[in-house]
């Protein structure tokens, strides 16, 4: 769907070591433990080869949330940098309500590849900024996204299509966790995002809501489009297997019931280009003059007359 058009979002939720990682991204040794990420690249980058009837343009970016801040997993100044150096990303919200994320930037990927090792340059740099401290890929929401535009040659009508990849920080509650200091700060930013996830949820899977709160945090504002708006949405819970983490599996589960409720409704993003728009109607005036002159005989000149410029 995705490569017709329309928005998809896959993410996963459950408790820390449930597997949420290991579904999303994958196990680092085998290659048949890949995640969905480097499926869905494989996928992708398969069938516009075999496509030859578009042209297609595939950007990538990745983000961090990490205690309500968004960072660029793909800023060239990560190497040098430590996470809370680099700009924050930031949301600006247009008058149509569109969200747009500043200082996150996007990279061309055309092949595979290359769309491989930009997943492998934001995994090293949530790698690095990792201390014993601060775990962050347990602790952070990590968002990878596909863009991917097409259009016909000639035709001006260009369809945009966005893939979220979404690996949620662990879901455990804090009072078991038992931790202080900044683990205690992560694991309440952790809790009060997830917490404002589920309010989204609930919001969208009652009827005659008017007000969904995406605007409490950055994750529900960032998702807005995927959670209850023009989106594809896959939910994967990840739940332990051990019996001493039943309570925590079961709010998985409870959760999971709550967002299968909520009906989207996925429409086609197509728009003009202006650009080539404006080149096609410049040439069908550029015809039409020619026609003209040849059936008046009078050669028109560049220069609109006063009339037509009133
Ligand atoms: N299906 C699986 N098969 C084999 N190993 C798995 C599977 N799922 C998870 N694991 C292993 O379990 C461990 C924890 O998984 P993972 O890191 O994916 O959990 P997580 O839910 O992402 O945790 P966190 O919230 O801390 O990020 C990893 O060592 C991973 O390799």
Redesign the pocket.
Known sequence: SVLAGYNGTIF?Y??????????ITG?AERYS?RGIIPRTLSYIFEELQKDSSKIYTTHISYLEIYNECGYDLLDPRHEASSLEDLPKVTILEDPDQNIHLKNLSRHQATTEEEALNLLFLGDTNRMIAETPMN?A??RSHCIFTIHLSSKEPGSATVRHAKLHLV?L??SERVAKTGVGGQLLTEAKYINLSLHYLEQVIIALSEKHRSHIPYRNSMMTSVLRDSLGGNCMTTMIA?LSLEKRNIDESISTCRFAQRVALIKNEAVLNEEIDPRLMIARLQKEVQELRDELALVTGEPRTEALTEAELL
């Open positions: 996963a459950g408790q820390t070591g449930s597997g949420k990682t290991f579904t196990g433990d775990q890929s347990t690996d920080a662990g990840t």
